[in-house]
């Protein structure tokens, strides 16, 4: 042994002996199966030949054919003995290579996505491990609709220090990423009534579309320097916002306007709805703290993990006014959504500081990407004006009327993908439009930096 | 050094020098400021007179004020110097101890969830280990809403052997718990504008509650002793089933029936929602294929790793007609949902054969427990009938008429956690009421079994 197997005209590798043998027989054998060496239909031999054959206990074999019917790979039937199943002609198994993803540009400023080269993948397996190994059995369970426990504390007491959010974790309510808490929150407005909500004249558009989803309309309110112009609000059920650094533009509300959309919402009862999506990057000056300190029975807040760690986690979270708790968490489906390991090991990121480590390294690497943004504009194309630069991982860059869109073309050609304003411009504001580029500086990968950022200076005009 | 903070009137204690320094003092005050000894408003010393005080250089002290600073926790205002911040009046953070949750009863035999003690976590973080270090950087971005091909691929390939799907990988979309695949088809049935979608007399209230939440209709099918009764198909737009082992009655779906369904669905156009809940754990008869495999342009296959697996890993997955994939990814927002740590560990969990491993132990485990209350019940109930036996992880034992209430009451007393089969009928069913139990004996973990078995055999008439 490893012997021929005669009976069978297929080789395989067999331990030579003792418990391993049973589970090395029945591996081969699976093996076989899935590689096609054993065709669909193929009667085995009986377990007594086979055994036979390889100088082993019958049992042993007996036991692999019976895990192997047990798992669908072959099939037991009275009087025909044991064949590989019939249904075996399957698609490409694991071994198979994944297709390739979307081909990606030679460099990539779209904002949005931070650089996922620098996500912490080890200190992030290192929390997940300590998390993981020390949560209860029941956490493995169907959970509390809101989200862990543990992750609403810790969220609460780091919203509250660092955005100065007025947090109880018993409000927290974790959801897979911005767009679902959205979702969510749309449903519940929409089943509430409320059929208009404001946005802002710049935005983003799959956020709009969650709200038309819902079967809302939306009032853009104007912009202008001072940021969003809330004087138009009147009755419309709610309003989203950016108020600590507005998407794309990258100002944040003015403080009065800030006073004037908190009273607007005691005033008629309306809803606030604030996409704190960067806040935790900001470079030149104080924070902003959250609309919602203000008056938390009428501002949402939302925030999320896809800019300070990675999309992929899907994980963000809402801190809502007790009185929506329920609503939410019933348009939910009544269940958690998101997975419990993220959450226990998001909880223990932020307990143990490594979050914070993790945020200021981040914000650090931003900032000089800001400073290179600034100064090889400055020397390259020193008539264009740059705004936004005080936070967050994108900047605005004003172009001369009518060359937007043949800047953004002449990216496209250049391997170069880079998104003007006009794609963040809600189609039914009236808002003046302005030709200019959203850099997302946060996007690529270190080694790619200085090369997208030549690539961006190629282009301007 | 350490020696007393004259300037700050507060004890630390600092490395005595070199780099671990700063991040000491950093961390010293930032704890001295989240257990508020350093009370919120309370106005630092200077930079310099801290490390003429401390002995350290200047520049030390600097640099952690201004971390401190960053992450929220020092206000430094121009001409006032540096300060705690003063919303630093916080919730609990992550020290304090997350609030119980519900308490459990004694013992615990609800259907629906597996051992949870059982769970490989080794296992899990090993293979999340090996799948996340090797994943490349895109994968942490946003994703494709369907999930990441990893998994697509693995699951299109597991179910094809294991359940008899017929899966293209592009077909596959992963989701967060078969609830929210459920969701998301009944969003997309109604706006195609079906009304009414067609139930079993027996099932599950939050899958009905899912229904109704859309807009939908339900229209329940007669049960008998051959399962669910298809005979009352007609122009309902869909129907929700569990052919392999219904829920929880516990048989599988007539062969017969199985045909006049995906007939009706080919006649009618209508679709059916296969739900596979717990197609690994069958014991005594060959396994029942997915009737997907029949026709799967009709047939919109569900799994889910709840039962398999874990409730908290929330992944569950279905097989779409090709033409529905669109319209289900676009319900789902656009993006992903599901974090991709745990996707990626899925994938390697399957294609690495863990995953038939602990499917493997799970259903020995099971068996011996089915074992345990087939036995038990006939010599301490010999004159009940039990009966859903040959798979699954709960059984149904029938009451005498008119008992059914009384016990669950007896069962609750005595702090067992017990169901009825009227909290699985569906309100509009004609099927006549019958007095039995779901007893489901996956839920409890090893060492609680023999004592809910018991408990169990007590409360029985």
New interface residues.
């Given amino acids: 042994m490893p012997k021929p197997w005669a009976t069978l005209g297929v080789d395989l590798h067999l331990e030579p002996s003792g418990p391993g043998l049973r589970r090395s027989l029945t591996?081969a054998l699976?093996e076989a199966v899935?590689s096609a060496r054993l065709a669909p239909g193929t009667r085995l031999p009986s377990s007594r030949s086979l055994a036979v054959d390889l100088g082993i206990a019958r049992n042993t074999v007996a036991e692999a054919y019976a895990?192997l019917v047990?798992?669908?790979?072959l099939?037991?039937r009275q009087g025909s003995g044991t064949r590989v199943?019939d249904?075996?002609v399957?698609?490409?198994?694991?071994?198979?290579t994944?297709?390739p993803?979307t081909p990606?540009p030679a460099y990539d400023l779209i904002p949005?996505?931070p650089d996922?080269?620098a996500?912490p993948?080890?200190e992030?397996?290192k929390a997940?491990?300590r998390a993981?190994?020390t949560a209860p059995?029941?956490?493995?369970?169907?959970?509390?609709p809101r989200g862990?426990?543990?992750l609403?504390?810790?969220l609460?007491?780091?919203l509250?220090?660092?955005?100065?959010v007025r947090?109880?974790?018993e409000c927290v309510v974790v959801c897979?990423?911005f767009?679902?808490g959205l979702?969510l929150l749309a449903r519940v407005l929409r089943a509430r009534g409320v059929q208009t909500v404001a946005v802002e004249s710049y935005g983003l558009p799959?956020h709009w579309?969650?709200l038309t989803a819902a079967g809302l309309t939306m009032a853009p309110l104007p912009f202008d320097e001072l940021g969003t112009h809330p004087g138009r609000l009147s009755d419309q059920g709610a309003v989203l916002l950016t108020p600590a650094h507005q998407f794309p533009m990258g100002v944040p509300l003015h403080r009065d306007r800030r006073a004037t959309v908190v009273d607007w919402a005691r005033r008629t009862g309306g809803l606030v709805l604030e996409d704190d999506y960067d806040g935790e990057f900001r470079y030149d000056r104080?924070?902003v703290?959250a609309l919602q300190?203000l008056d938390p029975d009428h501002v949402v807040y939302l925030g999320t993990a896809?800019k300070s760690l990675?999309?992929?986690?899907?994980?963000a979270w809402m801190v809502l006014p007790a009185a929506l708790v329920k609503e939410v968490t019933e348009a939910k489906?009544?269940?958690?959504?998101?997975?419990?390991?993220?959450q226990l090991t998001l909880?223990e990121f932020?307990?143990?500081?490594a979050y914070?480590r993790h945020?200021?390294a981040a914000?650090l690497r931003y900032r000089r990407r800001r400073d290179a943004l600034v100064d090889a504009l400055s020397t390259q194309a020193p008539h264009l004006r740059i705004t936004g630069i005080a936070a967050g991982l994108h900047a605005v860059l004003r172009l001369p009327p009518g060359t937007e869109r043949s800047v953004t073309q002449a990216a496209t050609w250049q391997g170069l993908a880079l998104h003007g304003l006009a794609s963040y411009r809600h189609g039914s504001t009236t808002t003046e439009p302005l030709d200019a580029l959203v850099v997302g500086y946060g996007t690529p990968?270190d080694h790619a930096w200085a090369g997208a950022l030549e690539a961006l200076c190629r282009v301007l005009p």
Avoid: K, M
């Fill in positions: 591996d699976r899935r895990e047990a798992e669908g790979w099939t037991a199943t249904r075996t399957i698609p490409p198994t694991g071994t198979a994944p297709r993803e990606r949005g996505t996922l080269a996500f993948r080890t992030w397996l997940a491990r993981f190994l059995n029941q956490a493995l369970g169907y959970g509390d862990r426990p543990e609403r504390t810790a609460a007491g780091y509250a220090r660092a955005r100065g947090a109880d974790p897979a990423g767009v679902h979702q799959p579309r969650q104080q924070p703290g300190g896809s990675a999309p992929a986690l899907r994980l489906g009544g269940s958690d959504t998101c997975g419990v390991l993220d909880a932020l307990t143990s500081g914070d945020v200021r914000r990968p």
